[in-house]
């Protein structure tokens, strides 16, 4: 493995990794807050790691003596298990100064960079390498979303503006703002590439989350020479060529912070230039946001990913399998995508969690193995946990990505309402609650309704293997065996 893909794998990883430690090592949750969740990957060279300490995670850095102590030890056990297990790997700590320095060189060295025009750059970014169209699989779901973003980025600020992405969680909306800025990027390259070298123009793509975004102005207004830094926050961001904010919602409601975005905005779009906008629900579906924001998201295109069908999730795992170079039994996708439904994360976390386990157990994967590294994961209430009613709706909530309000609720759309109803047959099921009181339960429902949706359950999981599939993954999430 070369540097580049070292870091692209620890990338892809990192988090999986952090979490491993946590559990193989078993650290508290309080030391794992302080000393691993900081920290990031800040570069890869020959087979040096250097990993850095994210202020941005944890204000309060430990210092890296502290960290060889408590940090080093699980993350080199840890660490090669993703990567290539013939090779050492060296671990280098940074402490966030010298991570800055790193990325930017030393502050009185700026001027001499002034005559190297980059043609392409992404601000901040932190892209994920990986993060490509190439690597997108697009489905049913996402293929809207999809279409939409690749035409951003082949013609960004011409088509629609901004493009407002939202989905569910882990469905794949940074993956598609990542590819869109790589794809932009890429693509002014090589147009510049003919170009002779004074005709060149620069093509800033600027990346960030709303929190980032937060957090940078709330820096600039408390700063002491608050002008200055406010104007440096707005020549940031008003001058780039391309601005994906991911997860907008956490600037939803937070006023002085929806106005400079508001600012930001008006000035982009003046100037034509593509903003690209994620979230997990659609704009007119937030409460707090302002009115004038609204019709600003509501200009450009809005687009949703849902969840993956079944054709979808196998070829996600199929893909991701390949790109590991993990080669498993048809089974044993089969089993992961029968399992898991909501959350493509998940999906991935499954396939990481079957190969770290046969690697620090040192055997090979099969069917069975898979069905025991991922017991947690599929069948969390191994330990038997009461099966109450709320329990139920908790599991089948969690496992179609929606809340248990929404069971709740009075929405009558399908996927609410066959969750609803496979509910109501799980209650029936597991519990000795009777069918008026499965209604009360359920939001007040008539206890008609709740039969019905009971037929009509096991009428389906009789004439549609989808829905005895999704019943018996949902039985071992509530009662493995
Ligand atoms: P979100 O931002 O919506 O929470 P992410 O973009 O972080 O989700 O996606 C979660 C994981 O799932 C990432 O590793 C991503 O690469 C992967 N993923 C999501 N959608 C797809 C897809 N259509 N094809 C391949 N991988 C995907
Ligand atoms: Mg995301």
Redesign the pocket.
């Known amino acids: 493995m070369n540097s580049t893909e070292i870091k692209e794998k620890l990338l ?1 990883n990192w988090e999986e990794i952090k979490n491993t430690c946590r559990e193989e090592f078993d650290i508290s949750s309080v030391s794992y807050e302080i000393f691993i969740y900081p920290l990031d990957i800040l570069d890869v060279k020959d087979h040096t790691i250097m990993i850095y300490f994210n202020t941005n995670k944890k204000k309060n850095f430990v210092g890296t003596v502290t960290l060889d102590r408590k940090a080093r030890p699980s993350l080199s056990a840890i660490i090669p298990l993703y990567l290539d297990q013939s090779e050492d790997y060296e671990i280098v700590f940074y402490s966030p100064e010298e991570a800055e320095e790193y990325l930017n060189g030393p502050k009185t060295a700026a001027l001499s960079q002034e005559n190297q025009k980059p043609v392409s750059s992404a601000k901040n970014s932190n892209l994920n390498p ?2 490509t169209f190439d ?5 049913n779901n ?1 293929s809207m979303a999809h279409a939409a973003a690749l035409a951003v980025a082949e013609a960004p600020g011409e088509f629609y503006n901004p493009l407002y992405i939202y ?10 703002m990542h590819a869109i800025a790589h794809y932009a990027m890429e693509q002014h390259e090589r147009k510049q590439a003919d170009l002779p070298e004074k005709d060149r123009v620069p093509f800033n793509v600027m990346y960030v989350t709303s929190e980032v975004f937060t957090n940078e102005l709330i820096e600039a207004i408390r700063g002491g020479k608050s002008d200055i830094a406010t104007a440096e926050f707005r020549n940031k961001y008003r001058n780039v060529d391309m601005l994906l904010i ?1 997860d907008i919602q956490f600037i939803i409601g937070k006023d002085r912070t929806q106005e400079e975005f508001f600012h930001t905005f008006n000035s982009l779009f003046g100037k034509n230039r593509q903003m690209i906008i ?1 979230s997990d629900k659609p704009p007119r579906e937030f409460a707090q946001i302002e009115e004038r924001l609204l019709s600003r998201f509501e200009m450009g295109l809005t687009v949703d ?1 849902q969840m ?1 069908d079944y054709e ?1 999730r196998m070829a ?1 795992l199929r ?2 399998a390949e790109a590991d170079h993990l080669r498993l039994d048809d089974k044993i996708f089969d089993y992961i995508a029968t399992n898991i439904k909501s959350n ?2 998940e ?2 976390g499954a396939l990481n969690k079957i190969n770290v386990y046969s690697r620090l157990k040192h055997v090979e994967i099969t069917p069975e193995l898979a069905e025991e590294a991922l017991k947690d994961l599929i069948s969390p209430n191994e330990n038997g946990v009461a099966i109450t009613p709320e329990l139920i709706m908790k599991i089948v909530s969690d496992y179609y990505g929606i809340t248990v309000e929404d069971l709740l609720s009075t929405k009558k759309s399908r996927d609410i309402s066959v969750p609803r109803q496979i509910t109501m047959y799980l209650i029936r099921a597991y519990t000795h609650e009777k069918y008026d009181q499965i209604g009360m339960l359920l939001g007040g429902r008539d206890h008609t309704t709740v039969i019905s949706g009971v037929r009509k359950i096991e009428e389906d999981m009789r004439n549609d293997p989808t829905t005895a599939n999704t019943v018996e993954a949902l039985s071992k999430r509530i009662k493995p065996e």
């Open positions: 892809a990986r993060y690597t997108f699989v697009v489905g996402n989905g569910g969680v882990g469905l794949g909306k940074t993956h598609l991911d994620s990913i993956p979808t996600i893909n991701k493509i994360r999906l991935e």
